[in-house]
């Protein structure tokens, strides 16, 4: 249970730059999740603040303590890792109580310790199986059991549940949250998984290139994604490049975009005459029947393709020579799966995004 | 209706025909192995006949064991204590060496892993000889069980660094940094982890050198001073001054006996809990 800061944390590979000045404050009790693609610096980072990996400038801090120099063992931490890594040669009990028996912690208190956690993590009666004779689930749920046991400052999870099946993920995904918040640990958790992210983060931090690129809580990095990798990374696949027209108000303005003149949200930092992406999620845009006026924007195209994948279906769909992708979910998916020809489109929310500054 | 017929019988005979053609072709590859087996035991199996007989008479005895265990105690226990400390000092050299080369990274790695292997490629006479004229400078290495003890340990360690290396790289880093997370120093991550989890190769290392350092004359004649006679060294002796003797086979027969001991030990004990992969999940 500590806060955990990061001061401009740098690591170089020779002449790569893994992690570039990464400034980063997680308060006590929070989750806070590196979420971006693989090399972009989140595992390395994760890595830092266990110790594995010394930084080559910066500072890391638990509470008031700098524990850049600390190796692992020193920090008190829990680290969980892609594979649930259990002793092979040790029993689920003894894999628990390796963390206590290291520190020379009494028998008795080691063996309540085990009790606790395998309740804890629903696996009471497994003391003597050996971990290769428990599913994929069970043995990550004995590898958070076996962290948790050690009483850790931070709980560090790099990708947990990527090698675990989808059902699996689900359940694990929300066991792992249960846990933090009942504990109440401070938790940094590393994805690439933006669903994932979004399902149990209090604050996200998307990197790039070994960089924090935006900072902030779910619907925040959701709706208002500051960068064009952001926007690009949380899944909003429509982009039209364009630029904003006169006469808007502060709160709304045009864009013309090709032929299209979309009605966007103003952003305060932008003025007329600025070049900017304009994004839009596909699952913001809604397939119109009648003469729906609920949307600033309608547009007519002809539909390309449909993809059906299940809950949703994925349309592209052809508007004044540009292409948008449109997620359709409900019933309404059922009824366009034969339909071909023109649909009308509507959306209200477009996100736009300075060009000059994504570059 | 006929051509279902037909072709059922066609296809039963076809059947019948594979199926002995098969048997045959099982039957043929039995005598094979069998016939190899042979051959490969043969040797042992005159020399125990011989080592049970007294003289060429034909009187099947077990005097001669009792004999050895009188006479040969003094060169078996030798035997025995050269492997016991050439294994102990192979062992103190090469888990930590194995350890940095397969976890650490250095300029001129490469070249040291071809260099330690050296030993596997030099024939016996010429390390022998070799550490003859090293071993001129200390007059304690040539007149004491240490100049016998460290040419083993040159001759072999190799035998077991290589096994103690293939076990390490085979062994994910996972285990060793969750033990480092968990608070376990680096020595108790060593012992509780590493070591366990490598444990098939180093006894498959320990069993390699034991065969060859307990069965190995050639060398020992090079190096070992006149106080210091191996089983082997004297099985060798006896038969270049007494020409073979009954006694002499049945040293040399229970030599054997125990290097096949130690083989099958190493198999019942390892072969089945470590040799199939503890630590593949």
């Known amino acids: 249970m500590s806060r955990v800061r990061l001061v401009n944390i740098s690591k170089h590979y020779g002449p790569t730059l893994a992690v570039d000045q990464v400034n980063l404050d997680v308060v006590e009790g929070e989750f806070v999740t590196l979420l971006g693609p693989s090399g972009c610096g989140k595992t390395t980072t994760l890595r830092m603040i266990a110790g594995l990996i010394e930084p080559t400038t910066g500072q890391i801090l638990f509470d008031d303590q700098e524990v850049t120099n600390l190796p692992p063992n020193g920090r008190n931490i829990g680290f969980v890792f892609q594979t649930p890594a259990l002793f092979p040669h040790m029993s689920v009990a003894d894999n628990i109580g390796f963390g206590l028996s290291v520190k020379g912690r009494p028998k008795p208190e080691i063996n309540a310790k085990i009790n606790e956690m395998l309740k804890l993590v629903d696996l009471a009666g497994y003391h003597d199986r050996l971990p290769r004779q428990l599913s994929g689930g069970q043995q990550q749920r004995v590898a958070l059991a076996r962290v948790l046991a050690t009483n850790p400052r931070v709980l560090l999870f790099d990708e947990p549940l990527s090698a675990l099946d989808r059902n699996l993920r689900e359940t694990l995904k929300y066991n792992i949250l249960d846990l933090q918040r009942r504990t109440g640990k401070t938790a940094i958790y590393v994805t690439h998984d933006q669903s994932e992210a979004f399902a149990i983060s209090d604050r996200i931090a998307v990197m790039n290139q070994g960089r924090i690129e935006q900072l902030g809580s779910q619907t925040d990095i959701y709706l208002h994604p500051q960068s064009d990798f952001v926007a690009e990374f949380i899944g909003a696949n429509n982009r039209l490049d364009g630029r904003i027209l006169e006469g808007g108000s502060g709160e709304r303005t045009a864009v013309q975009a090709g032929a299209l003149t979309l009605q966007c949200p103003m952003r305060p930092d932008l003025k007329a005459g600025d070049t900017v992406a304009a994004y839009i999620r596909p699952e913001d845009i809604a397939v119109l029947k009648n003469d729906d006026h609920n949307y600033r924007n309608v547009f007519e195209g002809a539909v390309e393709q449909i993809i059906f994948e299940g809950s949703v279906a994925q349309l592209r769909v052809a508007v004044a020579g540009q292409t948008f992708r449109v997620d359709v979910s409900g019933t309404e998916r059922l009824q366009l799966l034969n339909h071909r020809g023109q649909i009308q489109l509507g959306f209200n929310e477009v996100t736009l995004i300075p060009i000059q500054q994504a570059q | 209706m006929t051509t279902t017929t037909l072709t059922k019988s066609s296809t039963k005979g076809a059947g019948q025909a594979r199926f002995n053609s098969r048997r045959l072709i099982d039957l043929l590859s039995h005598l094979y ?207 270049r001054t007494a020409g073979i003797q009954n006694t002499t086979a049945a040293l040399a027969a229970f030599m054997q006996i125990v290097s096949f001991t130690a083989v099958i030990l190493f198999f019942r004990l390892f072969g089945s809990r470590y040799l199939k992969g503890t630590y593949l999940i």
């Not at chain 2, 490969?40 to 125990?48: K, N, R």
């Not at chain 2, 098939?200 to 050198?209: E, K, M, Q, R, Y």
């Not at chain 2, 350092?213 to 070992?224: G, I, M």
Request: charged fraction near 5%; proline fraction near 7%; glycine fraction near 6%.
């Open chain 2, 33 to 239: 192995i069998w016939f190899c087996l042979l051959l490969f035991v043969a040797p042992f199996l005159a020399l125990f006949n011989y080592s049970l007989q007294q003289g060429t008479s034909g009187i099947y005895t077990l005097s001669n064991y009792s004999y050895i265990f009188g006479s040969f105690t003094n060169n078996l226990l030798t035997s025995l204590r050269v492997s016991a400390l050439a294994i102990s000092i192979n062992l103190l050299i090469t888990l930590p060496a194995a350890y940095a080369l397969v976890r650490y990274e250095f300029p001129g790695k490469p070249l040291l892993l071809s260099a330690v292997t050296l030993p596997l490629y030099t024939p016996a006479p010429v390390l022998g000889l070799g550490l003859v004229l090293t071993y001129n400078f200390s007059y304690g290495l040539i007149t004491s069980i240490w100049g016998l003890v460290f040419a083993m340990v040159v001759g072999t360690f190799p035998l077991m660094l290589i096994p103690i290396v293939v076990a390490l790289k085979d062994l994910p880093l996972v285990f060793e940094e969750a033990a480092l997370c968990l608070g376990a120093t680096r020595w108790q991550t060593y012992f509780k982890i590493v070591l366990p989890l490598i444990g098939p190769g180093v006894s498959a290392g320990i069993l390699l050198c034991f065969i060859i350092v307990f069965n190995e004359y050639l060398v020992t004649l090079f190096v070992a001073p006149p106080s210091v006679q191996t089983a082997p060294l004297r099985v060798f002796n006896l038969v």
